[in-house]
């Protein structure tokens, strides 16, 4: 059964706290993607991965870098945590984004941070 | 940009059929999808359909694909509470060399008893 695994499902900090979100994928996926989720916006893509040690922004990156040093694993860090970064982050994989393939992203449980 | 845009809520009785709906921008979009999310959890694939298809049925799933227009419909026939989730279309569009999903915001359906 496939499956992404997001290390925390709640988190709390504090203002000025620099926080690590981790992801992983069993999938062997080369595609990984960080996600926010605020009611009434929908999903915005903060970053995403096509490779190990590569990354491309997406609509959303201020305030936010990754970290991809291993196939398995995506890392999304909030250098400086702001209190507008409270919210429900959304890791995904998929096997290729080329024009051949679905393209079918497999979603982790979420992580739902809030900042004080 | 592409925009993906879908109505926010959508409240049913059970039993009957919801229908879903969703425009799109993107005349190039190879692929569009409806991701479920039930509460307390990340999306997961409900449906796909490929742009050269006008529909797509899946026992009680209709998917309907308008290309001119760019609509996209999702049908539940005999909608139950388990069907209670949040549903977001989305379309596949190309960004950095590679094709990645832009999502709509969602569309919460409600199933009354």
């Known amino acids: 059964d496939v499956k992404v695994t997001q290390s925390s499902r709640y988190l709390v900090k504090r203002t000025g706290e620099k926080v690590f979100l981790e992801c992983v994928q069993d999938m062997d996926h080369e595609n990984m993607f960080w996600y926010r989720q605020d009611p009434g916006l929908g999903l915005r893509l903060i970053y995403f991965?096509?490779?190990?040690?590569?990354?491309e922004k997406g609509d959303i990156p201020e305030g936010y870098s990754v970290s991809r040093e291993k196939k398995e694993r995506f890392s999304l860090i909030l250098e400086s945590a702001s209190t507008n970064q409270t919210s429900m982050y959304l890791c995904?994989?998929?096997?290729?984004?080329?024009?051949?393939?679905?393209?079918?992203?497999?979603f982790g449980e979420g992580s739902r941070l809030t900042v004080l | 940009g592409e925009d993906v845009e879908q109505s926010l809520f959508l409240s049913v009785r059970e039993g009957d059929s919801s229908v879903i709906n969703c425009t799109y921008t993107d005349s190039s979009s190879t692929y569009l999808y409806w991701y479920k999310q039930e509460p307390g959890a990340g999306l997961q694939l409900l449906t796909y359909i490929f742009s050269n298809m006008d529909m797509k049925q899946d026992q009680r799933l209709t998917v309907l694909l308008n290309k001119k227009d760019k609509h996209l419909s999702l049908r539940i026939a005999d909608t139950q509470t388990g069907d209670s989730a949040i549903y977001f279309c989305?379309?596949?569009?190309?960004?950095?060399?590679?094709?990645?999903?832009?999502f709509g915001r969602g569309t919460s359906l409600i199933v009354h008893p």
């Open positions: 989305a379309e596949r569009s190309k960004g950095g060399g590679s094709y990645i999903p832009t």
């Open positions: 991965s096509y490779d190990v040690k590569m990354k």
């Open positions: 995904a994989s998929s096997s290729s984004t080329g024009e051949g393939s679905t393209g079918e992203l497999f």
